[in-house]
């Protein structure tokens, strides 16, 4: 494989570089994960008053490029998730008590501030910021630089852009990429309702 020339490892069924930090005794881990140079997964997290407690749990065939940080939760919910098939750019920074569902793709410099959950295939455009508390819809696309603030509602199969969000259009090309019905978007809107409305109780 092209990465064992590149001086990565083979630890438990992933490619991991070197210079990557990975706290194996605090994440549960599956195969097919690349994690790249520089990498912090499992340090604390960025909390003024509570401490790491509990696991980062990660799925199976996941990218972890360059300078990307996952911090491990808190007591609130004890576990930092992401998924599978995830596809992590450069220097994005997931907190605390996050949850990436599958085939999400976080573009370069993106922040999830503490709880946020990203439902399947939604794509995260460069230098996004979400609020703490907040919902991404599946398939969903928040454009470059935009910034979601807690009164928003990113429901699924739409664009969103700008500061704060707002949205643009349907995500067509999404939706169409992921051979998307009219009946599972449906039901991605009744879940992503379920979730939106748990994460406020």
Known sequence: MKLKLLGY????????????????????I??????YPNVCIGTEPQHLREEGQGIVEIGDNNIFRENVVVTLPTKATKKTKIGNNNYLMSSC??????????????????????HVHVMKGAVLGLNVNVHQFQVIGSYSMLGMGTVVVPKNKIVPGKVFVGTPARILKSNRVGIQRNNVTEEDLQFELERYTNIYEEMRK
Do not use: F, M, R
Request: some cysteine.
């Open 9 to 28: 490892q083979e630890v438990h069924g992933n490619y991991v570089h070197p210079t990557a930090t990975v706290y194996w005794d605090k994440i549960d």
């Open 30 to 35: 599956g195969i097919g994960n690349v994690i």
């Open 93 to 114: 920074i997931i907190h605390h008590d996050c949850v990436l569902e599958d085939n999400i793709t976080v573009s370069n410099h993106c922040s999830l501030s503490g």
